[in-house]
C-alpha cells in the first residue's frame, strides 16, 4: 500500500514539473521572440539608446516616423549612421539637438549628411553663452546648406509621430549661466507608457521643470548629464518615478559617471533596474503601449515588466 502512494507521488511530481518546465519556456520564449527589435523597429514603438561611448544618443522609432536625440561626439558620427542605416531608416524626421556641447551635437554633421531630415529642434541660448568651436560652427554650416528647418525649443510643443506623442517640455528659462541647464526636455508617451529625457539638464533647471507642474512622471528615464551628481536630484527622481533608468556613459570615464551619490538615490527609492551604455552597450526598449520589453547588445537577457501606475 505504502510502495503504490511511493509511485503515485513520483507520477504526480513528474507532471508537476513538466507543467512547470513548459509554463517557464513558453513564459520566456514569447519575450526573446517579441524583442526582435530589427524586424519591429519600423512597426512598434522602439527607443534606443545607442552606445556613442561617454556621450548621449537616443532614437525613438514608431509608425514610420523616427526622432534623433544627440549622436554623441564628432568620431561617433559614423556609428550613429550605421546603426540607422542598419534599422532601414532612409529619413529622420526630427532631430532634437538638446544643446550645444560636443558630446551631444557632434555626430550630428555624419547624420544631416546621410539622411533627409525633416526638422532640427534647439534651444534658443543667450549669445554670452553661444560655442565658438568648429563643431558647432560646421553643425550651423550644414544645417543652412541642407536647408533644414530649425525649430526652437518651446515648452508646450509637441511634435506629430502618429499615435505617440513627444511633448517638449523645456527649457523653462532664459538666463542660466550653465549651458548644461538650457537642455531640451522631452516626454515621449505612447498610451500607458513614457519616456523622458532631458539632455544634461542640472539641479536648477531640474527644480524648474519640477516647478513647471508639467507631466515628468515616466517608466524610463535618461538620466541627465550620464548620470552626474550636478543633475538627477531626489526630488526630481521622485517626482519622475521611473521604473527603468539609462545612463549613457563611456567605459571608465573620467568623470566616474554614473556617479555614487545618483546610484544611491536610486536604491534608496527603490529604482532598481539601471542600464549603462558601458557595460550592456546598445540599449532598445520596446513598448506595446502597456508592457516595456528591454533588448541589451551585451550580457543582460530579456526582461519583461508589466506597466502599474
Ligand atoms: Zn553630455
Redesign the pocket.
Known amino acids: 500500500m505504502l510502495k503504490k502512494n511511493f509511485k503515485h507521488l513520483h507520477i504526480f511530481i513528474i507532471f508537476a514539473l513538466s507543467v512547470l518546465f513548459v509554463l517557464f519556456w513558453r513564459f520566456h520564449g514569447a519575450n526573446v521572440n517579441k524583442v526582435n527589435v530589427r524586424i519591429d523597429a519600423n512597426r512598434g514603438v522602439c527607443v534606443h539608446f545607442i552606445d556613442v561611448d561617454?556621450?548621449?544618443c537616443e532614437l525613438i522609432t514608431c509608425g514610420g516616423y523616427s526622432v534623433l536625440i544627440d549622436a554623441g561626439e564628432r568620431d561617433k558620427g559614423v556609428t550613429v549612421v550605421q546603426y540607422l542605416k542598419n534599422l532601414g531608416l532612409k529619413k529622420v524626421d526630427y532631430i532634437i539637438a538638446t544643446?550645444p556641447?560636443t558630446?551631444?551635437i557632434g555626430g550630428l554633421n555624419s547624420v544631416i549628411n546621410n539622411f533627409n531630415v525633416g526638422e532640427i529642434i534647439m534651444p534658443k541660448i543667450p549669445q554670452r553663452l553661444v560655442p565658438t568651436n568648429v563643431v558647432y560652427k560646421r553643425l550651423l554650416e550644414t544645417i543652412i546648406n541642407k536647408h533644414i528647418k530649425v525649430r526652437r525649443a518651446v515648452q508646450g510643443d509637441v511634435l506629430n509621430l502618429g499615435e505617440p506623442s513627444l511633448n517638449i517640455l523645456g527649457p523653462i528659462c532664459e538666463n542660466y549661466d550653465n549651458l548644461?541647464d538650457f537642455s531640451v526636455g522631452a516626454l515621449f508617451s505612447y498610451k500607458n507608457v513614457s519616456f523622458l529625457f532631458c539632455?544634461?539638464m542640472q539641479g536648477n533647471a531640474e527644480r524648474d521643470l519640477l516647478n513647471s507642474k508639467q507631466n515628468i512622471k515616466a517608466d524610463v528615464f535618461k538620466l541627465s548629464?550620464?548620470g552626474s551628481r550636478t543633475s538627477n536630484c531626489k526630488k526630481f527622481l521622485q517626482a519622475v518615478s521611473p521604473t527603468y533608468c539609462v545612463a549613457?556613459v563611456g567605459k571608465n570615464n573620467i568623470h566616474r559617471h554614473p556617479h555614487t551619490k545618483v546610484l544611491n538615490i536610486l536604491d534608496s527609492l527603490g529604482i532598481k533596474n539601471i542600464y549603462r551604455t558601458d557595460i550592456d552597450g546598445n540599449i532598445i526598449f520596446y513598448t506595446d503601449g502597456e508592457k516595456i520589453y528591454v533588448q541589451t547588445q551585451k550580457k543582460r537577457k530579456p526582461t519583461k515588466t508589466h506597466f502599474s501606475r
Do not use: I, M
Request: charged share 30%; no cysteine; aromatic share 0%.
Open positions: 561617454q556621450g548621449d544643446h556641447h558630446d551631444h548644461n539632455g544634461d548629464h550620464h549613457e
